[in-house]
């Protein structure tokens, strides 16, 4: 029996083999918008390029370590790093072991560090306790960092982020013929004098943008923030839009257990009375808003099973948020005997309709109601009852405007949690927008009680869960965001 019997290659192969290289390519692009580079050269006291030398990064936080060698022309580059503090050495037979104890690497950043070794044993080493300020000079993007400090310190109403970005310079919330917020809760800045439309938005750099108002999307809870970043002058690798590019870096726990625990609080109580309601006498207006929450991280260790002080680590938060407030309308509704018919309290006549007419100068006359009265014969009986059942009688005052004060009460709740475990990331993916849902809740389960009598009723709900799955360190992780 003769004939070629090779296997040939399917089509499922095929298939297999192009979605595999996409994977790869889309894991390869996340890494571009978020990861941080270390670059430089090794010379020795005469200028010449020193070959072979070994470098060494270490991360502080974590204490996982990687190492490179310097090529022919004595340079190294070491990527992908997560953001944070590296300490960095170099050595080489014959030269003393150089340290640089502290390299601070901002999110999506390339930052170059040089090295000049002495003659001596590799025993020896010298460490560089003073250094002139690491300028980024291997990329022309411009921007600014808000760490992790920043965002712990720095007092936030309503917690996002989102507003932070204000501590930039060229930056700007002015935009009147623009919309002044957007459904998830966030601020939209101008930069460089660009509408505020014009920003790109990403999560450990994955797409963040919420598409309807072309405006921030999901926002993590601040404690789960390592830092963000706002670039402009970027590279194609970011690309979308013409003003700034927002990139956030999430928590991945470090070899050592960080928490926090925390609550801001807002009440009527310690507030001062509206100016407007001061002055109309109706006292201030229900408020109650609690934001509080909880975070912590740390290396993933299983007693008698698994340590992973040094490679695996974990991190989890989680936010509550709940508002209650009363909202003030004042508006004129008519008086009881507006609603029969009866109009004499106002100076305006009132005419009747139907008995228009033209006068010898051709122009249209009508007669009007006597004692500016409509006989409750005219009156249409389906608008009396609109009016009767949609608008209330007056409760202020005894005047014909502004004669209704109304107090309806509005909530909003949210809850968002970043659970472990959640080592090294990489990878993310928000799936849904959260939004405020008016009226009923539209999720099941029990509705948010009232807290207050003056809060009338129930006007909305919003749930937000931020998840995220996670791998060792030097896999990816996934960010899934949901909204119920």
């Not at 989890?316 to 009363?326: D, K, M, P, T, Y």
Request: hydrophobic share 30%.
């Amino acid at each position: 029996m003769s004939g070629d019997h090779r296997l040939k290659p399917s089509r499922f192969s095929g298939f297999s083999r192009f979605f595999i290289g996409l994977s790869l390519l889309a894991s390869s692009l996340v890494a571009q918008t978020t990861n941080s580079t270390i670059v430089g050269s090794v010379m020795d006291g005469q200028s010449s390029v020193v070959a072979g030398s070994v470098i060494t990064v270490k991360d502080k936080g974590t204490g996982v370590s990687r190492t490179v060698t310097t090529d022919t022309t004595g340079s190294y580059r070491i990527f992908p790093l997560n953001p944070g503090r590296y300490e960095l050495s170099a050595t080489h037979p014959g030269f003393k072991t150089k340290i640089v104890p502290e390299v601070i690497l901002e999110l999506a950043s390339t930052v170059k560090v040089d090295f000049t070794l002495e003659v001596g044993q590799v025993s020896e080493s010298v460490e560089v306790t003073a250094t002139a300020a690491i300028l980024q000079t291997q990329e022309a993007s411009v921007g600014g960092t808000v760490t992790g400090q920043e965002l712990a310190r720095l007092p936030v109403n309503g917690r996002n982020y989102t507003r932070l970005i204000m501590l930039m310079p060229g930056t700007s919330d002015q935009g009147g013929s623009q919309s002044q917020g957007t459904f998830s809760g966030t601020q939209l800045i101008s930069v460089n004098g660009q509408r505020r439309q014009d920003n790109n938005y990403t999560v450990d750099g994955v797409d963040n943008n919420f598409q309807m108002m072309n405006s921030p999307g999901a926002s993590p809870p601040m404690d789960s923030i390592q830092e963000f970043r706002v670039l402009n002058n970027t590279s194609a690798e970011f690309g979308r839009s013409s003003g700034a590019n927002v990139n956030i870096a999430t928590k991945s726990g470090t070899r050592d257990l960080h928490g926090s625990a925390y609550e801001f609080l807002r009440n009527d109580k310690l507030d001062a009375n509206d100016f407007f309601a001061n002055r109309q006498g109706t006292g201030k207006v229900p408020f109650r808003q609690n934001q509080y929450g909880v975070s912590i991280g740390g290396p993933l260790v299983l007693p008698k099973v698994y340590n992973g002080r040094d490679k695996t680590f974990w991190f989890a938060s989680w936010e509550g948020f709940r508002l209650r407030r009363g909202g003030t309308a004042n508006t004129t509704v008519p008086v009881a005997a507006q609603r029969a018919g009866d109009f004499s309290q106002q100076p305006r006549t009132i005419f009747d309709p139907f008995s228009g007419r033209l006068n010898a100068q051709g122009s249209i006359v009508r007669d009007a109601f006597p004692g500016n009265r409509i006989p409750a014969a005219r009156i249409s009986p389906a608008m009396k009852f609109f009016v009767d059942t949609l608008l209330p009688l007056p409760n202020f005052g005894t005047g014909l405007n502004n004669n209704y004060i109304n107090t309806a009460g509005r909530s909003n709740d949210r809850h968002c949690q970043h659970p472990l475990p959640s080592p090294t990331r990489r990878r993310s993916r928000p799936e849904r927008q959260p939004q405020s849902l008016r009226g009923k809740p539209l999720r099941r389960g029990k509705r948010c009680r009232r807290l207050d009598p003056h809060l009338q009723r129930h006007h909305g709900s919003r749930r937000e869960v931020w998840l995220q799955q996670a791998h060792d360190s030097g896999g990816h992780v996934e960010h899934r965001h949901h909204s119920r």
